[in-house]
């Protein structure tokens, strides 16, 4: 025995293993008590107002505007008049400056968004660090760099702004759902009113001081907050020339009614089911890899989440046992802890549905796992879960879950992998593992799916387009398809 080897068997052995927490500084961030509505530049005291939380803790963080119709009328006004006095006759060139100062300064100021969304919003640190605040940044440098380009990406069509945007986002991704949203909006020269989610408006609301900082004109980007109904306002305001929708599949419809017949260019970004499909050449260790980030990603909050797991039958038993033990390592908390890899659940209503649909599975006669873990007493909260013995008539291989819950089910052939990626109404996305290249092509050719990632998942980029088939809504969102919902071409 070495000297080394004696002091090692001597050493007192730990009764548990655990990462000492790591949290994020949050005083970098200053709240105000009480939010208004950004129109025209200014801030526009609210009539009505209701209380943002953390999903975390339940903690109070701020009084938010409820806009009325008057106030989104005010602030589609703003948006009117910024349109026609400037900013659709300034030279491109100049537009592409604001926008790249807004990317200069979201950088800068990356680490206070960052707190900022893992506070409002319940997702891990390590995820708006690392995920939500590059991706808005870049894509604000993206379409910065397209601002003046227009002619180049549609040769011959004389491209034009549409007008006044409306534009409403959801809760998973706030700041990165803006950013996706205005940056192409102002490349192309028009004007937004934007309405973040219920739940999140806090990131928005900061957003406003970086347009202030970039020294924006006024109007050319206008926040109003508030529920559903003040969606639903910006969707029949008259002033609205465009409207751009992420969000769940049923308002996508109830909107896409509600613009029939009226001229209205429309974009909807709606829900998905997405098959992650892994074959028996995969290697498998990154495949588990991608299992996980496929569906524990942001607690699952994703649209093109791998919530579906096809696995080749031969493999079927290495998988689920690797991902059972890799499960198990998963760490669920605070979300400002830099070590978390599993946030809060949203809000109690998303907690409610993602129950509802476990109990569901469970009924119907899927086998669910969970690791053991230890979920904070307050806040909203759900521990990973697997479920295995799945058909595909169950709901939880049906319906959109939004959470951290995955879906197991098995293939023998390619052909069988296709037609159960396929049988769903959805078609944002999917996944292939497999070391052939042929067959990657073969799959892609096939797959009804927006995004199809090989040997990876839940990769971002601006210049990429992303978009669905069928239920999971219709137009794209990044890259130069990303201009043409913003553009008339003639
Ligand atoms: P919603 O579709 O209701 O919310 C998306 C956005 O639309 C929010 O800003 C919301 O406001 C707004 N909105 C709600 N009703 C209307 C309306 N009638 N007209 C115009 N805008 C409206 O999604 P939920 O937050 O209710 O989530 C429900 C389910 O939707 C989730 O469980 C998930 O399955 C799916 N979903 C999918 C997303 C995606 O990225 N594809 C994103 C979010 C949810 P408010 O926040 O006040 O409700």
Redesign the pocket.
């Known amino acids: 025995m070495t000297e080394l080897e004696r002091k090692q068997d001597r050493a007192p052995v730990p009764s548990e293993w655990t990462y000492a927490s790591a949290p994020e500084a949050r005083d970098i961030v200053t709240l105000q008590e009480r939010y208004g509505h950004y129109v025209g530049g200014e801030w526009l005291e609210p009539r009505e107002t209701y209380t943002t939380i953390s999903p975390a803790t339940e903690e109070p963080l701020a009084e938010v505007g409820q806009a009325t119709p008057e106030e989104v009328q005010a602030a589609v006004a703003a948006a009117r008049e910024a349109f026609s006095n400037g900013w659709s006759d300034i030279a491109p060139s100049e537009r592409a400056k604001y926008l790249f100062r807004i990317a200069r300064i979201l950088q800068e100021r990356s680490r206070e968004f960052a707190v900022l969304e893992s506070l409002n919003g319940g997702k891990p640190i390590k995820e708006s660090r690392d995920v939500d605040l590059p991706l808005s940044a870049a894509h604000f440098f993206y379409y910065a760099g397209w601002a003046d380009k227009l002619e180049y990406a549609f040769p011959n069509q004389r491209p034009r702004p549409v007008g006044v945007a409306g534009q409403?986002?959801?809760?998973?991704?706030p700041l990165l759902?803006l950013a996706w949203k205005i940056a192409p909006a102002l490349a192309a020269g028009n004007t937004v009113v934007l309405?973040?989610?219920?739940?999140?408006p806090l990131s928005a609301l900061l957003f406003c001081d970086v347009l202030r900082q970039a020294e924006l004109p006024p109007g050319v980007v206008n926040i109003v907050t508030?529920?559903?109904?003040?969606?639903?306002e910006?969707?029949k305001s008259e002033g609205v020339d465009k409207v751009a929708?992420?969000?769940?599949?049923?308002?996508?419809k109830?909107?896409q009614r509600?613009l029939a017949g009226t001229g209205k260019k429309l974009t909807l970004?709606?829900?998905?089911k997405a098959a992650n499909i892994i074959f028996d050449d995969a290697a498998l260790d990154q495949a588990v890899e991608g299992i996980i980030n496929g569906i524990y990603f942001n607690q699952g909050?994703?649209?093109c989440a791998g919530s579906r797991l096809l696995v080749q039958e031969s493999i079927y038993e290495p998988v689920v046992e690797k991902l059972k033990r890799r499960l198990t390592t998963l760490r669920v908390g605070d979300p400002l802890d830099k070590n978390t890899d599993v946030g809060a659940i949203n809000?109690k209503?998303?907690l409610d549905?993602i129950q509802e649909l476990v109990a569901s599975g469970a009924e119907e006669g899927a086998e669910i796992y969970q690791p053991p873990c230890r979920l904070p007493e307050k806040g909203y909260w759900f521990a990973p879960t697997v479920f295995t013995n799945v058909a595909q008539s169950y709901r939880i291989a049906q319906e959109?879950?939004?959470?951290p819950v995955l879906s197991i089910l098995t293939f023998r052939t390619p052909e069988e992998a296709v037609e159960k990626a396929n049988n769903t109404p959805y078609g944002?996305s999917a996944g292939v593992w497999t070391e052939k290249g042929s067959r990657i092509l073969w799959m892609a050719e096939r797959l009804r799916a927006g995004v199809v990632w090989a040997n990876t998942y839940n990769r971002f980029d601006p210049s990429s387009p992303f978009g669905g088939y069928k239920e999971?809504?219709f137009g794209r969102e990044g890259g130069r398809h990303g201009l043409e919902p913003y553009l008339e071409l003639t």
């Open positions: 409403i986002i959801p809760w998973n991704f759902m309405k973040p989610a219920e739940t999140t508030g529920d559903g109904r003040t969606g639903a910006i969707v929708f992420t969000g769940s599949t049923e308002v996508g109830a909107i509600e970004e709606l829900g998905g909050h994703v649209c809000s209503q998303q549905k959109e879950i939004f959470g944002l999971s809504g």
